[in-house]
């Protein structure tokens, strides 16, 4: 697989590693930031076990978007990976039929921690630059409901 299909953001939380971890793996949470700016999350759904079912749709100005998948891995306060395809979107931006895979990775970095979100096996370098954009937005998201507790 080639490089230029995966995008990797890295982002310190000033945060435990349990409450990162906590922030990316309970639908309650993830409701709080898992998605752009100009975006709201209205449906989060989190089994967060090998097998289970991840499903998420979230609403905007442009329209409303969903994506689901199937958690892959999970290791406790670790890593979860799962994979991602758009199942949803307006008519000017219908959903692509791309299966690709999401890995958040979590990592003690003095009293924070570290996060890596890998998304790979995106088709082209439109979505790499437009999953950049969404997951940079939604990492100063979970950012604030860090801070915020």
């Not at 978007?65 to 949803?88: C, D, L």
Request: glycine content about 8%; some cysteine.
């Amino acid at each position: 697989m080639s490089e230029s299909t995966k995008l990797v953001l890295r982002r310190r939380f000033d945060a435990a590693t349990a409450d990162v971890w906590d922030a990316c793996t309970r639908p309650e949470l993830l409701a709080r930031w898992f998605s752009p700016k100009p975006f709201h999350v209205c449906e989060v759904e989190a089994e967060v076990r090998v097998g289970g079912r991840f499903h998420f749709r979230m609403t905007g100005e442009p329209g409303t978007f969903a994506a689901s998948g199937v958690y892959q891995e999970v290791v406790h306060g670790e890593r979860v990976v799962f994979s991602w395809i758009w199942v949803e979107g307006p008519d000017n931006d219908p959903p692509d039929g791309f299966t690709s895979l999401v890995t958040f990775e979590f990592a003690p970095d003095g009293e924070g921690t570290l996060m890596t979100l890998s998304h790979e096996r995106l088709p082209d370098q439109r979505q790499i630059d437009s999953h950049q954009e969404g997951w940079t937005e939604a990492l100063s998201k979970l950012e604030s409901v860090l801070q915020k507790g």
